[in-house]
């Protein structure tokens, strides 16, 4: 039990689809993030929000596009997507602007076709 | 922004002995670093963080060190067994940045019956 979860875990779509990724968080943190893992390359950060509010956009394409209803939920909506962002999309929650460590989910493996 | 380097990228050991693992970074304003473990399948979950005001932490087998003068820190799996497998990924952030996560690039660890 991670305290974060994800949902799907696994997602195969096409360019021009629509699809959403889902992160629940129960551990009462504030702040949430997604971020994209791609092989042998470090965890790049995407999003950031605290109390439901964005503070980071890592020069992320728009075709990404974020969602955050409260402090426990986050969205990641993608659109027209390309061959290169098939990655793992992970979620973390923590305590807003602490030093305590970020909780991560299990990931969504993400396939463009 | 903070740039941390891993090293080596992969490590393979042999059941009971000992695994090390570097890090450097370039912010000298950073001063919170924790250290992750990934395994197939699995989000990245803390296994150990250390704080600027101390130099060495450990807890059972792994221990984490760090020089801030060098502005490097390495993380010590002594007796490694088996479910040591796994990727590890070092972190580092500062208060001034909210303590946003730059991570390395990770260390694949194998360690042989």
């Known amino acids: 039990e991670t305290g974060v979860t994800q949902t799907p875990r696994h997602l195969v779509m096409g360019m021009t689809n629509k699809k959403s990724l889902k992160c629940e968080q129960h551990l009462g943190h504030n702040a949430m993030y997604w971020y994209k893992q791609s092989a042998k390359k470090p965890l790049e950060l995407m999003f950031v929000?605290?109390?439901?509010?964005?503070?980071e956009n890592n020069s992320v394409p728009s075709r990404f596009s974020p969602e955050c209803p409260n402090s426990s939920h986050l969205f990641l909506h993608l659109h027209t997507l390309q061959p290169e962002d098939s990655a793992l999309y992970l979620c973390a929650s923590s305590p807003v602007n602490s030093n305590q460590p970020q909780h991560f989910g299990d990931g969504t493996r993400l396939s463009i076709l | 922004g903070e740039n941390v380097e891993q090293h080596p990228s992969t490590l393979s050991v042999q059941e009971g002995d000992s695994a090390v693992i570097k890090c450097t970074y370039s912010d000298s304003a950073s001063n919170y670093f924790p250290w992750y473990k990934q395994e197939l399948g699995k989000g990245p979950q803390l296994i150990i963080d250390?704080?600027?005001?101390?130099g060495e932490k450990k807890d059972q087998r792994i221990a984490v060190t760090l020089n801030k003068t060098a502005k490097h820190f390495s993380l010590h799996i002594t007796e490694t067994q088996p479910e040591d497998s796994a990727v590890y990924f070092c972190a580092a952030s500062k208060e001034s940045n909210d303590y946003k996560l730059s991570f390395g690039a990770g260390t694949t660890v194998t360690v042989r019956a």
């Open positions: 250390i704080r600027s005001n101390v």
């Open positions: 929000y605290n109390f439901k509010e964005q503070t």
